[in-house]
């Protein structure tokens, strides 16, 4: 496959690294529903976005199945009904993976807007199995929560994409 110009050529991708992102995003949701703000319906989903990245970038490691074992694990910790954000992180990744080649051509400000949709089709299915179960509606700011993750997209591509950056043998006379 042809780069698009100006793109890095990238390491590949360590499977402890992507393991131990997925595990830190899962961290990071359980410490912010928990102490930062509650089970605020606004809240984004860092777990989502760390999934659909790695569904971006790296789709022989992290498929569908990690997607619907993180979103078990998600849903036992919000003690939410058991598969609501398995299914929707499932879709997500299912989504993501259908994209992949396409999204890496454009810049991290397109890519936001390319992800936005599967942020909101994650949200969209949370909210349908809630309200079939017998919810009330949760509010409007449900729907800022994908605003905020296709916001979080760019930081969230630099910080997993660092590692990948660094040459394996720097050398002063190469030009890679």
Same mark, same amino acid.
């Given at each position: 496959? !042809?780069?698009? /110009?100006? %793109? ?10 992507v393991f ?6 899962? =961290?990071?949701?359980? *410490?912010?529903? #928990? ?8 809240a984004p989903e #860092?777990?989502?976005v760390v999934? *659909?990245?790695?569904?971006?970038h790296?789709p022989?490691k992290?498929? $569908? ?5 993180f979103g078990l694990l ?5 003690s @939410?009904?058991?598969? %609501?954000?398995? =299914?929707a ?7 993501? #993976?259908?994209?992949? /080649?396409? $999204? ?7 890519q ?7 942020f909101?089709?994650?949200? =969209?299915?949370e909210?349908t ?10 509010g409007?700011g !449900?729907?800022? @929560?994908p ?8 930081? *969230?591509?630099?910080i997993?994409?660092?590692p990948?950056k ?5 050398d002063?006379? /190469?030009?890679?």
């Amino acid at each position: 496959m !042809i780069m698009p /110009r100006g %793109q890095q050529l990238l390491l590949p991708a360590n499977p402890l690294f992507v393991f131990f992102s997925l595990l830190v995003a899962l =961290l990071l949701d359980m *410490v912010q529903n #928990i102490a930062l703000f509650g089970n605020a319906n606004w809240a984004p989903e #860092i777990m989502a976005v760390v999934l *659909v990245f790695w569904g971006i970038h790296q789709p022989l490691k992290v498929g $569908i199945g990690t997607a619907f074992l993180f979103g078990l694990l998600t849903d036992v910790h919000q003690s @939410s009904m058991l598969g %609501q954000h398995a =299914l929707a992180f499932t879709a997500q990744g299912f989504f993501a #993976i259908m994209i992949h /080649r396409r $999204i890496l051509w454009f810049k991290l400000s397109s890519q936001s807007l390319q992800v936005f949709p599967l942020f909101i089709v994650g949200h =969209l299915i949370e909210l349908t199995l809630r309200m079939s179960s017998g919810s009330p509606f949760p509010g409007w700011g !449900i729907f800022l @929560s994908p605003v905020i993750q296709a916001l979080m997209w760019p930081l *969230v591509t630099e910080i997993l994409l660092a590692p990948q950056k660094r040459s394996p043998n720097p050398d002063n006379t /190469r030009p890679l």
